[in-house]
Structures are given as structure tokens and as C-alpha cells.
């Protein structure tokens, strides 16, 4: 699977929206975006995940380029509950493993 | 049960003992990971069931793990002579038959493990 590249860390003011990018230059047609995060002493959790088209739930907004070398996570209002580390992994239909990465680590200020 | 669900939540071993970790899935979820997650780092795969068969163990870094399934439910990592290196936090991951399409992982809270 393609690896990705993420910044180390980012602060986001409580209420305003978390932008957090990823690059995946070499990614390839069938591999999806997927997102985790990681809350402190916490199991990873599923955020969202895409391979085209931008989604949308009721956690994130996932924003893909149109050469989906890159992506961008959007919290539309970060809260204190959302530090946390967050992953970006590129995944193929029917791989096993997951590669995490170091990801992200988000620190919402009061 | 409602999730996954990881016990010891902490063990402290002493070099060279043995040790087992054990990872309750959610009930009729047939693929089950276990990843390692060192300090300040992200989780590493070490090996993959679906139901009792062990698809892949490429991950584990020797032979002193070992992993089982042998009713394609509960899952136990058994880690022997343990080593200093071994200590971090062994997470136990499932993925259902809804979610094989999304491909979403249901993460349990993990074991951490201490060597001393």
C-alpha cells in the first residue's frame, strides 16, 4: 500500500474548524483514504474513509484532490473531546494490514 | 458484547517470563488483527485470522509470538521469554461481514505491556 505523509502535530481553537492534510503521491487506483484517530489511552477509531468523491458524516468532512495525491480531513468544529492523533492510511480493497504511520497530533485549545 | 474487548488491560512481566494476551471480538465478527503500538508511535500489524485460520502472520517479529483462534472467536497472543523490547500496547482489532465493504476496524483498548 502507498504510505502517506502527515504534519507531526497542529493546534485548533475549540469552535473553529480542524483542517488536517495528508499527502499519498503514490497512490494508486484502487486504494482508498481511510482516517483513524487515536485518543489517549484509547484503541483507534474509524473516522471516515473515501477513493474519489469528498464525504461526508456526521464526524468529518474528507476532502480528496482531484489527482488524489493529497487530502484533507475537516472537523467543522473542533471540541476539547477531539485532541486526539489522527491517522490518514491508504488501504486497497481486501488488504489485511492497515499502515499507520505516525499521524498527526491534534491539540484543541480552549 | 458491544465491542472489543481486551484483557489484562496492563501486565507487568518479568524478562524472561511468558505471557498471554487475550482479545474478545465482537460477537460474529470473522477478521481479527493483532497490532503492537510502541510509545509515541503508531500501531504496527502483526498478524491476521479469518475465523480460526491465521491468514497472515508476516508482522510477528519472531518467533517468540504467537497467536491462536482455535473456535474463530476469542483470539490469544502468547508472547514467551518476553524481552524489554517487547513492552508497549497490543492492540486487538475486528471487522465484520457489514463492514468488510468500508473496511472499518473496530479497535478494543488494547493490553500494555511492561517488561522489567
Known amino acids: 500500500d502507498a504510505k502517506t505523509t502527515q504534519p507531526t502535530s497542529m493546534d485548533c481553537a475549540e469552535g473553529r474548524a480542524a483542517n488536517l492534510p495528508c499527502n499519498h503521491s503514490t497512490i494508486s487506483g484502487n486504494e482508498y483514504v481511510y482516517w483513524y484517530r487515536q485518543i489517549h489511552s484509547q484503541g483507534p477509531q474509524y473516522i471516515i474513509h473515501?477513493?474519489?468523491n469528498n464525504e461526508t458524516n456526521e464526524m468529518a468532512s474528507l476532502i480528496i484532490t482531484e489527482d488524489r495525491k493529497s487530502s484533507t480531513l475537516i472537523l467543522p468544529h473542533a471540541t476539547l473531546r477531539d485532541t486526539a492523533v489522527y491517522y490518514c492510511i491508504v488501504r486497497s480493497t481486501g488488504a489485511n494490514n492497515l499502515f499507520f504511520g505516525t499521524g498527526t497530533r491534534l491539540t484543541v485549545i480552549p | 458484547g458491544a465491542g472489543v474487548s481486551q484483557s489484562p488491560r496492563y501486565k507487568v512481566a518479568k524478562r524472561g517470563q511468558d505471557v498471554a494476551l487475550r482479545c474478545d471480538p465482537i460477537s460474529g465478527h470473522v477478521s481479527l488483527f493483532w497490532y503492537q503500538q510502541a510509545l509515541g508511535q503508531g500501531p504496527e500489524f502483526l498478524t491476521y485470522?479469518?475465523?480460526?485460520?491465521?491468514?497472515?502472520k508476516s508482522g510477528l517479529p519472531s518467533d517468540r509470538f504467537f497467536a491462536e483462534r482455535p473456535e474463530g472467536s476469542v483470539s490469544t497472543l502468547k508472547i514467551q521469554r518476553t524481552q524489554q523490547e517487547d513492552s508497549a500496547v497490543y492492540l486487538c482489532a475486528t471487522l465484520g461481514r457489514g463492514s468488510l465493504n468500508t473496511g472499518e476496524l473496530f479497535f478494543g483498548e488494547g493490553s500494555r505491556l511492561t517488561v522489567l
Open positions: 473515501g477513493l474519489k
Open positions: 485470522f479469518q475465523n480460526e485460520a491465521q491468514l497472515d
